[in-house]
């Protein structure tokens, strides 16, 4: 396709009163990421150069976000709801100069992909303008396609269609990519209509009266799902689920349990990755070859090297780079850390702010102090080090290559390389004192009884 400049404007400013929620209904979350970020992403892969992202009032959560994840997007209120055709001209602004391209996308619709949307502007190399179609299981309360021949003629509201028009089954998505030639034509849209409010759909028979050519694209109707309440929110994340499990799969992962495992929109798999079942890939995580990812492991904004063994059940959070062939265990909570090659915490510890050597050990019950409950600080714990079970790390502090720390120790001050730290009280037996104290308690035990 030769170069056109290619304008998406996204409607986001619908409120989800049906949500229940004080949250706007196109930040609600798919694949960890808000529905709206799905949308961009989408858009911006298709080719737009320009966007226009058109908000409700008082949405500064959602105009925050847009600025946040489509810097160069413009955002416009539209300060009354009075339909999408009006929603398409708040946007005006960003009309100019004219793009030869317009799609008009919805935020809360998460699993539009890029391929149907360079499909719909393929479709505009012949065509003036083009809707995404799709045939529903149940087509009730869907808008509906009324075609003649190849030419779509209007788009027919349920409200507003005849028994007839009704039982057509192909039906509207939303959807519509248009020739910047057209957008003269949205001030013609007037509403007589049901509900009085401007339809964006009207526009088909506006074209069709100016003897344009206007098609159809049908597209999966899981694709073209939207998101209105909580359960079809849940839907849409089964289908976000269902989808990345297969990419993965495909892309040369294993998931032993496909249907327990849990994605997010930027997860990245490398080839010959094992996913044991009841994994949680949040936000920002990066796995490279070869990596083994065991069972009942939450991870998010953390980075995998090849060949390394998480799980089971442990913990990365944001910040967590595992370098080769390293061990992180059962209960092991890594989070704002550097563990080197071959480096192991195979059980019970906390590694936080700090940067774990190759080829160290961390015992099991080890923990980094890393914060004094005001600031967090770093600890250091060199190549080929040892940490003996128990042992707690008192940031900020240094532990020096090959050094090895005492089992139960708490150190709070550097330890030299190749040194040997133990930091607790002395032992001291007192023969026969296990009888007396026993008996001591037996006693009081006793007299509570009594009493």
Do not use: W
């Amino acid at each position: 396709m030769a170069k056109r400049s290619f304008l998406a404007i996204i409607l986001a400013a619908g409120e989800g009163t049906r949500m229940r929620s004080a949250i706007p209904k196109v930040m609600h979350k798919v694949g960890g990421d808000p529905m709206l970020g799905h949308v961009i992403r989408a858009a911006r892969a298709a080719g737009a150069d320009r966007m226009a992202v058109v908000v409700g009032p008082h949405a500064a959560a959602v105009e925050a976000f847009a600025v946040k994840a489509a810097p160069e997007a413009s955002v416009h209120v539209q300060a009354e709801r009075l339909g999408t055709a009006h929603a398409v001209l708040a946007a005006r602004k960003a009309f100019a100069p004219p793009p030869d391209d317009v799609i008009v996308l919805y935020g809360d619709s998460p699993l539009m992909t890029e391929a149907t949307l360079t499909a719909l502007r393929k479709k505009l190399i012949k065509a003036d303008l083009v809707v995404l179609g799709f045939t529903p299981a149940d087509p009730a309360g869907y808008g509906r396609l009324l075609m003649n021949g190849r030419q779509l003629t209007a788009i027919r509201e349920v409200k507003d269609a005849t028994p007839e028009e009704r039982a057509v089954r192909l039906c509207n998505a939303g959807v519509m990519a248009f020739r910047g030639s057209l957008l003269p034509m949205l001030r013609k849209i007037g509403n007589i209509n049901a509900k009085g409010e401007y339809y964006l759909t009207d526009l088909v028979e506006l074209a069709n009266r100016a003897k344009k050519t206007v098609a159809v694209l049908e597209a999966d109707a899981d694709e073209v799902a939207g998101v209105n309440d909580r359960a079809e929110l849940a839907a849409a994340e089964a289908l976000f689920q269902r989808a990345a499990r297969a990419k993965a799969m495909a892309g040369g992962a294993t998931l032993i349990a496909p249907e327990t495992v849990f994605f997010s929109f930027d997860t990245r798999l490398g080839r010959d990755v094992t996913v044991e079942p009841n994994v949680i890939f949040g936000p920002g995580v990066t796995v490279a070859d070869g990596v083994t990812v065991r069972g009942f492991s939450h991870l998010e904004g953390a980075t995998i090297a090849a060949g390394a063994i998480i799980g089971p059940f442990s913990r990365l959070r944001p910040g967590a780079a595992i370098g080769e062939e390293a061990h992180i265990g059962n209960f092991v909570e890594v989070k704002n850390a550097a563990v080197d090659k071959g480096a192991k915490a195979n059980h019970l510890a906390y590694i936080g702010d700090a940067h774990v050597g190759a080829g160290a050990n961390i015992g099991a019950g080890a923990i980094t102090c890393n914060y004094d409950g005001v600031s967090k600080s770093h600890t250091e714990i060199g190549a080929g080090a040892f940490v003996g079970s128990n042992s707690a790390l008192v940031a900020p502090v240094t532990i020096g290559d090959g050094a090895y720390v005492g089992t139960g120790s708490v150190i709070s001050q550097d330890v030299e390389p190749g040194a040997l730290a133990i930091a607790r009280a002395r032992q001291v037996n007192k023969p026969g004192y296990g009888e007396k104290l026993k008996a001591a308690k037996l006693a009081v035990k006793a007299a509570v009884k009594k009493g």
